[in-house]
């Protein structure tokens, strides 16, 4: 969808007397839908350049009026995303995606709170959703 697009189509909606709020209720869920479907699957191989130009369109939308400033930016739809089918996986033992993760590991030692306990012995590739995820926040 091209900038432009939404300019003209947010002046056409003003224009029959659509107010500010279902404006913004459509943005989110017909651009930005569209925007961040399947974010879990291309998010990890997007390119710094990729993800500032859609940072950009949506600042194109706060700059409109269409989405709110303090509303969630892509990064962090992304980063919800993930976390929420992390979780399912995790805590589901039927999941489809349970089978790619590794094996749990029985410590000892009482460290630092981890969000799993799982085996990091995997390869450690942020393009790929699991191993982003098993080593998210492990400094």
């Given amino acids: 969808m091209q900038v432009w697009a939404v300019s003209g ?3 056409v909606l003003r224009c029959y007397g659509m107010n500010e709020e279902h404006l913004r209720f459509g943005y989110k869920s017909v651009v930005l839908a569209k925007l961040m479907y399947a974010s879990l699957a291309w998010w990890g191989f997007a390119t710094a350049a990729d993800k500032k130009c859609i940072e950009a369109f949506v600042q194109r939308g706060v700059r409109l009026g269409l989405y709110l400033a303090n509303d969630h930016t892509p990064t962090e739809l992304a980063t919800d995303s993930d976390d929420n089918l992390f979780g399912s996986v995790l805590y589901n033992c039927h999941h489809v995606l349970k089978q790619l993760l ?3 590991t029985d410590h000892q030692y009482n460290l630092r709170h981890r969000r799993h306990n799982l085996s990091l012995s995997v390869k450690h590739d942020d ?9 998210k926040d492990a400094y």
Avoid at 127 to 135: A, C, M, S
């Fill in 9 to 11: 189509c947010d002046k």
């Fill in 102 to 104: 590794p094996d749990k």
């Fill in 127 to 135: 393009r790929n959703f699991v191993t982003r995820q098993l080593f």
